[in-house]
T-cell receptor, first 115, second 113 residues
Framework: EPEVTQTPSHQVTQMGQEVILRCVPI?????FYWYRQILGQKVEFLVS????????KSEIFDDQFSVERPDGSNFTLKIRSTKLEDSAMYFC?????????????FGSGTQLSVL | AQSVTQLGSHVSVSEGALVLLRCNYS??????LFWYVQYPNQGLQLLLK??????LVKGINGFEAEFKKSETSFHLTKPSAHMSDAAEYFC???????????FGAGTILRVKS
């Protein structure tokens, strides 16, 4: 079965450093998403991306965050200057189209620890 | 704004017993409702979804959920728990057919032998 792949599975960084979380969505999918889950809290929507631009973003997704689909296969989330509160599990997801309700395929996540 | 409340962060059942995981939502319009499961070191996997039509929906692995509008609930059930059901379960709601999901806090299900 096709799957969404995320790398690395764990990332440790120092506060103020830039991190890039990488995702390879399922190959024929067109819609891409990032969610995150801070330990002990709910999974939260960050951003959706379609046709090489952001479709929607949450309040969390401020100027420190950016997304990119650099080469037609990868989908990345960049945090420019990490803060302690950015420590969380980050999930990438993809889907074929808008009209397939809830059929998001999620990756296994990247655990980001900011020290 | 939509929100989701999952009652019980941890639920423990014996193998073969009924599984009941509770989910209540708040939404100003009829929502789309989902249950996801996360096994250790894996991503979120869709168990089942309610969009329109029949209020009792069946999903994978013998799970089902019933949409009760009057109670604003979407509880997840399985008649007989199996050890392999041990995982974390998330209820989620969306107004736009799944583009943006609002999740509950999750319920960790433990199955005792």
């Amino acid at each position: 079965e096709p799957e969404v792949t995320q790398t690395p599975s764990h990332q440790v960084t120092q506060m103020g450093q830039e991190v890039i979380l990488r995702c390879v969505p399922i190959s024929n999918h067109l819609y891409f998403y990032w969610y995150r889950q801070i330990l002990g809290q709910k999974v939260e929507f960050l951003v959706s991306f379609y046709n090489n631009e952001i479709s929607e973003k949450s309040e969390i997704f401020d100027d420190q965050f950016s997304v990119e689909r650099p080469d037609g296969s990868n989908f990345t989330l960049k945090i420019r200057s990490t803060k302690l509160e950015d420590s969380a599990m980050y999930f990438c997801a993809s889907s074929t189209r808008q009209g397939d309700p809830g059929k998001l395929f999620f990756g296994s996540g990247t655990q980001l620890s900011v020290l | 704004a939509q929100s989701v409340t999952q009652l019980g962060s941890h639920v423990s059942v014996s193998e073969g017993a009924l599984v009941l995981l509770r989910c209540n939502y708040s939404s100003s319009v009829p929502p789309y409702l989902f249950w996801y499961v996360q096994y250790p070191n894996q991503g979120l996997q869709l168990l089942l979804k309610y969009t329109t039509g029949a209020t009792l929906v069946k999903g994978i692995n013998g799970f089902e959920a019933e949409f009760k509008k009057s109670e604003t609930s979407f509880h997840l059930t399985k008649p007989s728990a199996h050890m392999s059901d041990a995982a974390e379960y998330f209820c989620a709601v969306s107004l736009d057919m799944g583009n943006k999901l609002v999740f509950g806090a999750g319920t960790i299900l433990r199955v005792k032998s």
